[in-house]
């Protein structure tokens, strides 16, 4: 076949690593290297979010469409967005012992959000 890479299989030198270990050894090994492959992914979704990640999150909280958007344009406005709404909304919830509706709710209505400075920023309650 012309035209095409030659695939040189080099699976017997690279089982030699592997042929000793128990099946246990391998179980570990294993997921050590499935860890060690999904540990970038993990830090970067802590660290890296979006306006439609975040209403994704209070969607699954059970804030509707149409109530996600403000709550998130509101952490934008503040500079929290890598703080994560749906944390925010759950942290006042916490601290005021409300739901997170009704959080999420007061939230929308303007209230609390001097808290979250506070709580996020370390900002002065006013």
Not at 68 to 96: F, Q, T
Not at 103 to 120: C, H, P
């Amino acid at each position: 076949m012309k035209g095409y890479l030659k695939r040189e299989d080099d699976y017997q030198n690279r089982r030699k690593a592997l042929a000793e270990l128990s099946d246990e050894a391998l179980k570990e090994k294993f997921w050590a290297l499935a860890e060690q492959t999904v540990e970038p992914l993990l830090e970067l979704a802590k660290t890296h979010t979006s306006p439609s990640i975040e209403r994704s999150v209070l969607l699954r909280m059970g804030f509707s469409s149409i109530e996600a958007k403000p709550l998130v344009e509101g952490a934008i406005d503040r500079g929290l967005m890598g703080k994560g709404v749906g944390h925010i909304v759950y942290r006042i919830a916490k601290e005021n012992n409300l739901s997170i509706r009704d959080a999420g709710l007061a939230l929308i209505e303007g209230k609390y959000w001097d808290q979250v400075s506070v709580i996020f920023k370390g900002g002065q309650k006013g």
